[in-house]
């Protein structure tokens, strides 16, 4: 059966997982992302100062070769004057888009390179007086009308030429970034596109990942001790889906326990129902002639034996499952086989015998052990007439002991081996022979499951059985 999810109660956003991982997400990614558009930008400026500087100091060490040279490469005459230097040098050279070339002769204003500038500040006053009356080079950056303005000037003479001339390539710097910006303006635009998309993803992904917990979160909403049967429907095998399948898992065993708890009331308040019953009854009708007397009190004390015996198997079943139920030591398997056998002497009037002891240590309770031992030793007698035969023994390989009892009773029926190791539950034979509440295979099997071991059953309908108990050497984690 799958679980069919509830509405979900209305509560603020920001109280939910899910809006709280997308939370984190965009987070992260504005993160990145300014981490991401401001280191490239710097990355970008630096780079700018840098190739500005270089393109600028080409300009002018073009010109220093052109003036180095005797004659005009063009016509091949001498340079007469620093107008002709400047007009060859114009006439050969195109600036780079956002840049411009200047030059003074005298403080003036002489000429400037044929592609228009993105901005007239050969006319700037201020900047005319700077370089035109410039003696030695120099760069640097300057406010211009068109913002700042990266330049390189180098004052230039020809031989024989009294005019002072002065060459200036100028950057039109923040033009230049003004392109930087704009891609980072659309980066910028870009990554915020991408972190609505991806967060729209993000919250899909996240709800189709935490479905199973939301799920889970309504199903522990719905649970009561009568509504255990629905589960959740696992798809896929990330750690949500881990999740759900180990609630499923609990879920089962939760429901298992319930039921087997509720099996085992019943079947407790059935079993002493009848004692208190039959208590009652002979109580009631109890007269005053002494003989009647002492045969009700032989009765009701037989019955109150009975449910005392059947308290201490409950007792003793509860206790099986805490952790101190065990105290392990080292048990002689050998010694121990030999005080089983003394100890089942005793029980009744039988033909015991030593089948094979073993040899060996293990780490074991000795008197749980014993107290298992003894029950299929019990349980034996309630089965076999009074000098019929009944082995002991036991075995030790470095894996496992064994401790079995061999009877020549009826057997045990097919339908009842898988039964009979529950509460209350007795064979066909039990039933007609013994007078217990059916607890006792149950505290072998709760101790042998405590020492991490199982209860072996071989037996055949009128060939008798033989029921061993396998515990392990040494308990596994030790």
């Known amino acids: 059966m799958e679980v069919k999810v509830a509405p979900r109660r209305h509560r603020p956003l920001v109280s939910s997982m899910r809006a709280r991982i997308l939370c984190w997400y965009v987070a992260l990614l504005v993160l990145a992302l300014a981490i991401a558009v401001t280191g490239s930008r710097n990355v970008q400026l630096g780079r700018l100062d840098d190739r500005l500087g270089r393109q600028l100091a080409h300009e002018v060490e073009n010109l220093r070769m052109l003036a180095s040279t005797p004659a005009d490469p063009a016509t091949g005459r001498p340079w007469a004057s620093v107008r002709e230097l400047f007009y060859a040098q114009l006439g050969r050279t195109a600036p780079e888009r956002n840049e411009t070339m200047l030059t003074f002769i005298d403080g003036d204003p002489f000429l400037r390179s044929a592609e228009e500038p993105p901005a007239r500040i050969d006319t700037d006053p201020r900047l005319t007086a700077l370089w035109g009356s410039l003696d030695a080079p120099r760069t640097?950056?300057?406010?211009?009308?068109?913002?700042?303005?990266?330049?390189?000037?180098v004052p230039v003479r020809v031989a024989g030429d009294p005019d002072r001339g002065v060459f200036v390539a100028v950057a039109f710097r923040d033009r230049i970034r003004a392109g930087i910006d704009e891609m980072t303006r659309l980066t910028i635009e870009v990554g915020l596109a991408a972190l609505v998309v991806g967060s729209m993803l993000a919250w899909v992904a996240a709800?189709?990942?935490?479905?199973?917990?939301?799920?889970?979160?309504?199903?522990?909403?719905t649970i009561s001790d009568g509504g255990l049967s629905g589960r959740i429907q696992v798809r896929g095998r990330d750690e949500a889906s881990q999740l759900a399948a180990t609630f499923n898992g609990m879920l089962d065993r939760l429901e298992s326990s319930f039921a087997a708890q509720r099996t085992f009331i019943?079947?407790?308040?059935?079993?002493?129902?009848?004692?208190?019953?039959?208590?009652?009854?002979?109580?009631?009708?109890?007269?005053?002639?002494?003989?009647?007397?002492?045969?009700?009190?032989?009765i009701v004390t037989d019955e109150l034996d009975r449910m005392t015996r059947m308290v201490d198997d409950l007792l003793v079943l509860a206790r099986a499952e805490q952790p101190d139920f065990l105290h392990p030591e080292l048990v002689n398997v050998e010694t121990l086989t030999s005080d089983l056998l003394a100890k089942a002497r005793v029980l009744a009037p039988r033909d015991w015998r030593l089948e094979r002891c073993g040899l060996g240590l293990i780490v074991a309770d000795r008197q749980r052990l014993t107290q298992a031992v003894m029950q299929l030793a019990l349980n034996a007698t309630q089965h076999t007439a009074e000098g019929a035969r009944i082995e002991l023994g036991s075995g030790v390989n470095h894996r496992a002991a064994r401790f079995w009892?061999?009877?020549?009773?009826?057997?045990?029926?097919?339908?009842?081996?898988?039964?009979i190791f529950g509460r209350f539950r007795r064979g066909a034979a039990g039933r007609r022979r013994s007078d217990g509440a059916g607890l006792g295979l149950a505290i072998v099997h709760a101790i042998a499951h405590a020492h991490h071991g199982h209860v072996e059953l071989e037996s055949s309908s009128g060939a008798g059985a033989t029921f061993t108990l396998v515990v392990p050497v040494e308990p596994p984690g030790r």
């Open 207 to 221: 709800g189709r990942v935490l479905a199973p917990v939301r799920m889970v979160a309504e199903m522990a909403r």
């Open 266 to 298: 019943d079947d407790a308040g059935h079993e002493l129902r009848t004692p208190i019953t039959i208590i009652r009854g002979h109580l009631e009708v109890l007269g005053d002639d002494p003989a009647e007397r002492r045969e009700t009190v032989a």
């Open 140 to 153: 640097g950056t300057v406010r211009s009308g068109a913002g700042m303005v990266s330049y390189a000037a």
């Open 405 to 419: 009892i061999r009877d020549s009773g009826p057997g045990v029926a097919a339908a009842d081996r898988a039964r």
